[in-house]
């Protein structure tokens, strides 16, 4: 989770394509990122883990925690990221692939189990990024050699 828009913005431009972004619709909040392994997609992912993911958005949002909101998840992929675009805000290639989740009200529960497992790290995502290109790019070059 980006702690603000500049970290956030930072995560867009290092999460890999399987990756699920979360976020408020319309309103300011945490991104959530869902790091997928490798040849998965939403579709395995458990509904305990979007519910958690779509709880962290909501409880994460100044407006959106006091009122409904709709939590939007989509693949990075999907996420479209020009130039012109201000900080903080993104489009979306394929409206089809968007899912929107409608949170009414918190789960306190939820939450609380949820700080209780927190950690905070500071990765260097460039770096990781680069490092995980490095490997999908010396697995197929023996597919290429042949």
Not at 4 to 32: C, G, M, Q, T
Not at 99 to 126: H, W
């Amino acid at each position: 989770m980006g702690k603000d828009k500049y970290e956030n913005e930072d995560l867009i431009k290092h999460s890999w394509p399987e990756d699920i972004w979360f976020r408020a619709d319309r309103l300011s909040s945490a991104h959530v990122y869902l790091q997928l392994h490798k040849e998965k997609n939403i579709e395995d992912i458990p509904k305990e883990v979007l519910t958690d993911c779509t709880h962290l958005v909501k409880a994460n949002s100044i407006q959106g925690c006091k009122n409904n909101v709709n939590v939007v998840n989509t693949p990075w992929s999907d996420l479209k990221k020009t130039a012109d675009v201000d900080v903080s805000q993104i489009g979306f290639h394929r409206q089809k692939d968007v899912k929107i989740v409608t949170m009414e009200k918190k789960v306190n529960e939820i939450l609380n189990r949820l700080e209780k497992t927190k950690v905070e790290r500071f990765p260097d995502l460039a770096a990781e990024k680069e490092c995980r290109d490095c490997e999908e790019r010396n697995e197929k070059k023996p597919k290429f050699r042949k």
